[in-house]
Structure formats: C-alpha cells, structure tokens
C-alpha cells in the first residue's frame, strides 16, 4: 500500500516562500498517474490547491494564481509544492494525496498524515 | 467552478441511529465524479465513497452513497462510535478540478 510523508518548515515569515515534498514509499510514482496536495486552515474545511502528473503536467487551483509551482522527481520517488508571496491567509495544514486508480472515477484513496504551516513574523 | 453546498453543517445523533448527509451541486455533476471523505479530529481525510456510490476498500457496508444528476447522499446506518466525525464531499469539474463542499459534522447527540 502507498504511503504518503509531507515535509517541510512549520513557519515562514509573511512574503517568502513555502516549499513542501511528499515522499512516496510502498510504490513507485510512476505506477500512478496523478497527485495532489489540499489545504486546512486551522478550523476551517479542505481546499484543492493543484494537482502534478507522474509525468510532469500540472493543473493548479485559480485561486493561487501564478504565486504555485508543482513538480515531480521520479528519481526520488516525490513530489513537490513551492508557493511564493505568501501571507497569514496561507496558515494551513497541508495534505499530500494520491488520485485513485479506477478508471473513469475521480477521488483521492491515499493520503499523508499532513504538515502545518504557520505564516506568521 | 462547481459548487457543492452540504447539510446539515451539523448533526446531533445517537449510536445506533442513522445518518442522512446531503451534497448538493450547483451544476449536474456526473456520478462518478462525486466522492466522500471522513475526516476524524486530528487525521487526515478518508475516502469513503467514490463514483457517488462505490465504497472505498476497507469501508463497513454501513456507509451507503447515492444520488446523480445535483443531488447526492450519504447515509450511514446504525452509527458506531467511531463514525462521529466531519463528513466532505467531493466533486471534480472543470476549473478548478476538485471543489470540497465545506462539511457536515456528525456529533454526539
């Protein structure tokens, strides 16, 4: 079974720049297709920020606009998420997250324990 | 941007009762784009349902989705202890893909 490991820093300071990786274990990710990352501020419910291919291609949330990059490096089994300019409105839990297999559905059926981010000086 | 709009936001209920959960799409989403997540405090989200009415593997035959078209369900019958949770569900579309609706939660009556 895959299993999905976020890190990155807890806390940034309000302009910089967030970078997070999801280490992939128990498959390779280029067995899969998709991967995502979603968002929880404290208190509040889940937003999908953007989603990367095996083989690079990506997909993002509007809502981040240009301020989001995501990536794949296959050699390391990982992927991961930068997001620039960021602000107190970026104070999440953030997810990492598996698309489910099964063709014609649409869903997320792995998931990492989730990292919180603190933006904040 | 499909929207999806969940009530109750919260339920009050017994063990042993059941739970009506309702997901509702501001446009026709097909079925096999709906999802259902739970997410107890402090963990991650669980896929529960996909494809509206799929379980996912692992989840006890209490959970049951259904619906189409704008209009989708999730029930859960005879309550345990374990199910008092948040409840989300998911829908994939255009742009941005995924939309969550912004939760229903199951608690303690």
């Known amino acids: 079974q895959v299993q999905l490991q976020e890190s990155g820093p807890g806390l940034i300071k309000p302009s910089g720049t967030l970078s997070l990786t999801c280490a992939v274990s128990?498959?390779?990710?280029?067995?899969?297709?998709?991967w995502s990352w979603v968002r929880q501020p404290p208190g509040k419910g889940l937003e999908w920020i953007g989603e990367?291919?095996?083989?690079?291609?990506?997909n993002y949330n509007p809502s981040l606009g240009s301020r989001l990059t995501l990536s794949v490096d296959r050699s390391k089994n990982q992927f991961s998420l930068i997001l620039t300019s960021v602000t107190a409105a970026d104070t999440a839990m953030y997810y990492c997250?598996?698309?489910?297999?099964?063709?014609?559905?649409?869903?997320?059926?792995?998931w990492g324990q989730g990292t919180l981010v603190t933006v904040s000086s | 941007e499909i929207v999806l709009t969940q009530s109750p936001g919260t339920l009050s209920l017994s063990p042993g009762e059941r739970a009506t959960l309702s997901c509702r799409a501001s446009q026709s989403l097909p079925s096999n784009f709906l999802a259902w997540y739970q997410q107890r405090p402090g963990q991650a989200p669980r896929l529960l349902i996909y494809g509206a009415s799929s379980r996912a593997t692992g989840i006890p035959d209490r959970f049951v989705g259904s619906g189409s078209g704008t209009d989708f369900t999730l029930t859960i019958n005879r309550l345990e202890p374990e199910d008092f949770a948040v409840y989300y569900c998911q829908g994939y579309g255009d742009s941005p893909r995924y939309t969550f609706g912004q939760g229903t939660k199951l608690e303690f009556k």
């Open positions: 997250a598996k698309h489910m297999t099964v063709s014609g559905t649409r869903g997320f059926d792995s």
């Open positions: 128990g498959g390779s990710i280029s067995s899969f297709r998709w």
């Open positions: 990367v291919f095996q083989g690079g291609d990506v």
